[in-house]
């Protein structure tokens, strides 16, 4: 039996709460998250391999980018609990992730494809890597161990580097970028504690993940302007529809214990979009359902904040919050997969 790009990808979302729950553990559950971050990492490589070789599908073209963002969910949000980033910082990673993905949603429904940059496959790559080093840097104290831990890929990419430069004159851009983020990740932990090392490594990546964003919007801008006149009313719409995952996430900060609630309605906002997309796709309008997110479930849901923040205090109001964000999130993505369950089955769209 063959396995394919989107077993692969299926299998990577399924299997990522297992090191979700292993980071809430202690140092040695921590180490065992990690490796089996690193074979799930793997396993986007690898899917990615298959998809080139036995070509692409519609389920693999938009469910693969969402895989890699519940992947970074499933691993930054427990970092904001762990106290290893800000929250701010994960506050702008999920909202430029939530951002471009329904500006890929928004421009499939007018037959535009947003194809995925190289900066962008850079990114996801920098996103996962760091998330390694963040991790080993908070469980490895002991600078000069973390030091020799990351001589040796620095080493071995070095290696390659010589290999390639010699043989075909040339080195390759992920070759370029492996070395450059090793490079950067040594000096960091050789001059900085954990702390700052962690934080300017999060720099780094906010800076890849808002570089790839810029370049989607500066090549979609052209196709916007043809389409939405008003550019107030198109900033609301991309707002509104992630608007309910972003203010919960700001809500950990009263409430961290309750991070878990955060991973699911942000998990489930992403798999919706991506369900979403793949369906405006095929051509199909769900002005209902779009609708009912827009109109119906955000202002419910910021109402019922607004009215728990004048009723009670900060902690239960960010209780409130979240728990109805977990609840229309849950929701939305049951109506949605269920709604599309054919589609999802077999690869096509039940008669209307």
């Given at each position: 039996?063959?396995?394919?790009?989107n077993?692969?990808?299926?299998?990577?979302?399924?299997?990522?709460?297992?090191?979700?729950i292993?980071?809430?553990?202690?140092?040695?559950?921590?180490?065992?998250?990690l490796?089996?971050?690193?074979?799930?990492?793997?396993?986007?490589y690898?899917?990615g391999?298959l998809?080139r070789?036995?070509?692409?599908?519609?389920?693999?073209?938009?469910?693969?980018?969402?895989?890699?963002?519940?992947?970074?969910?499933?691993i930054y949000?427990?970092f904001?609990?762990?106290?290893y980033?800000?929250?701010?910082?994960?506050?702008l990673?999920?909202?430029?992730?939530f951002?471009?993905?329904?500006?890929?949603?928004?421009?499939?429904?007018?037959?535009?494809?947003?194809?995925?940059?190289e900066?962008?496959?850079?990114?996801t790559?920098?996103?996962?890597?760091?998330?390694?080093?963040i991790?080993?840097?908070?469980?490895?104290?002991?600078r000069?161990?973390?030091?020799t831990?990351?001589?040796?890929?620095?080493?071995f990419?070095?290696?390659?580097?010589?290999?390639?430069?010699?043989?075909?004159?040339?080195?390759?851009?992920?070759?370029?970028?492996?070395?450059?983020?090793f490079?950067?990740?040594?000096?960091?932990r050789?001059?900085?504690?954990p702390?700052?090392?962690?934080?300017?490594?999060?720099?780094?990546?906010l800076?890849f993940?808002?570089?790839?964003?810029?370049?989607?919007?500066?090549?979609?801008?052209?196709?916007?302007?043809?389409i939405?006149?008003?550019t107030?009313?198109?900033?609301?719409?991309?707002?509104?529809?992630?608007?309910i995952?972003?203010?919960?996430?700001?809500?950990?900060?009263?409430v961290?214990?309750?991070?878990?609630?955060?991973?699911?309605?942000?998990?489930?906002?992403?798999a919706?979009?991506?369900l979403?997309?793949?369906?405006?796709?095929?051509?199909?309008?769900?002005?209902?359902?779009?609708?009912?997110?827009?109109?119906?479930?955000?202002?419910l849901?910021v109402?019922?904040?607004?009215?728990?923040?004048?009723?009670?205090?900060?902690?239960?109001?960010?209780?409130?919050?979240?728990?109805?964000?977990?609840?229309f999130?849950?929701?939305?993505v049951?109506i949605?997969y269920?709604?599309?369950?054919?589609?999802?089955?077999?690869?096509t769209?039940?008669?209307?």
């Open positions: 039996m063959r396995i394919t790009a077993q692969l990808t299926i299998f990577r979302i399924v299997s990522l709460p297992i090191p979700c292993l980071l809430y553990g202690g140092a040695t559950s921590k180490l065992v998250a490796f089996i971050f690193a074979l799930l990492g793997f396993t986007d690898l899917d391999v998809a070789r036995h070509g692409t599908t519609p389920f693999g073209t938009f469910f693969d980018p969402i895989a890699d963002k519940i992947f970074i969910t499933v949000i427990p904001v609990y762990l106290g980033i800000p929250l701010w910082m994960a506050l990673l999920f909202f430029r992730e951002l471009i993905t329904e500006v890929r949603r928004l421009m499939s429904q007018k037959k535009l494809e947003l194809r995925v940059t900066l962008a496959k850079s990114k790559t920098i996103q996962m890597a760091g998330a390694a080093f991790l080993l840097v908070h469980l490895v104290q002991d000069d161990l973390v030091i831990l990351f001589s040796l890929p620095l080493a990419t070095l290696v390659i580097a010589g290999t390639s430069l010699i043989r075909r004159k040339s080195i390759s851009q992920r070759v370029v970028l492996a070395l450059s983020c490079s950067y990740i040594f000096l960091m050789l001059l900085f504690n702390e700052w090392s962690a934080f300017l490594y999060m720099v780094v990546i800076g993940t808002y570089a790839s964003g810029l370049q989607y919007i500066a090549v979609s801008y052209s196709a916007w302007a043809g939405y006149r008003s107030v009313l198109l900033i609301f719409r991309l707002i509104s529809s992630f608007l995952p972003i203010l919960a996430l700001a809500m950990l900060s009263y961290p214990k309750l991070s878990w609630m955060g991973i699911f309605v942000i998990s489930f906002d992403f919706s979009q991506g979403d997309t793949w369906i405006s796709s095929l051509g199909i309008e769900e002005k209902i359902k779009d609708r009912l997110k827009r109109v119906i479930l955000v202002p849901a109402g019922i904040g607004i009215l728990l923040l004048i009723l009670t205090d900060t902690q239960t109001m960010a209780r409130g919050f979240l728990w109805i964000s977990l609840i999130s849950t929701f939305y049951a949605d269920y709604g599309h369950r054919k589609l999802l089955l077999t690869g769209v039940s008669p209307s």
